[in-house]
């Protein structure tokens, strides 16, 4: 709960702060949220993802990745540009088939597909997106 909600809990009160935890980890064991999700991965890699390849530089190796189109919603006014798309790549949070945070540098390479019956291409990783104990979101170029 953010410090919004506990105020509120403080007004409620009478001015007596009652902090309530969010469930958290323990002992590096996931939430049951999470552990529900990571489950659940393989299904969605199985129905939704293209083989691809991370190149960090060192040793490449097979991931698994679902592309997402975005829009580039961003406009330079008074000057009309041309809206581009964004490719966001999701990956599983996982070093055996997909890339996790603490290994990834701005500038690394992957060839993914950008879309389904596509040939794979090169994309660099630019920054991290969202995250989850499932799932990494990147947004490439």
Same mark, same amino acid.
């Given at each position: 709960?953010?410090?919004?909600?506990?105020?509120?809990?403080?007004?409620?009160?009478?001015?007596?702060?009652?902090?309530?935890?969010?469930?958290?980890?323990?002992?590096?064991?996931?939430?049951?949220?999470?552990?529900?999700?990571?489950?659940?991965?393989?299904?969605?890699?199985?129905?939704?993802?293209? !083989?691809?390849?991370?190149? =960090?530089?060192?040793?490449? #190796?097979?991931? @698994?990745?679902?592309? %997402?189109?975005?829009? /580039? !919603?961003?406009?330079?006014? =008074?000057?009309?540009?041309? #809206?581009?798309? @964004?490719?966001?790549? %999701?990956?599983?949070? /996982?070093?055996?088939?997909?890339?996790?945070?603490?290994?990834?540098?701005?500038?690394?390479?992957?060839?993914?597909?950008?879309?389904?019956?596509?040939?794979?291409?090169?994309?660099?990783?630019?920054?991290?997106?969202?995250?989850?104990?499932?799932?990494?979101?990147?947004?490439?170029?």
């Amino acid at each position: 709960m953010g410090f919004y909600g506990n105020n509120i809990i403080a007004l409620v009160t009478g001015g007596t702060l009652a902090y309530i935890d969010e469930p958290a980890s323990v002992d590096g064991a996931e939430t049951p949220f999470e552990d529900v999700t990571v489950s659940g991965r393989a299904f969605l890699l199985e129905q939704l993802a293209e !083989d691809g390849v991370y190149r =960090p530089g060192v040793l490449n #190796r097979a991931i @698994k990745a679902i592309p %997402k189109y975005e829009t /580039d !919603d961003a406009t330079i006014d =008074p000057i009309a540009r041309h #809206r581009s798309p @964004k490719l966001q790549v %999701k990956v599983p949070n /996982d070093p055996a088939n997909g890339i996790t945070p603490a290994e990834f540098e701005q500038g690394q390479v992957i060839s993914i597909p950008p879309r389904k019956g596509a040939a794979a291409r090169a994309f660099t990783l630019a920054k991290i997106v969202k995250q989850t104990a499932a799932f990494v979101t990147f947004e490439v170029h």
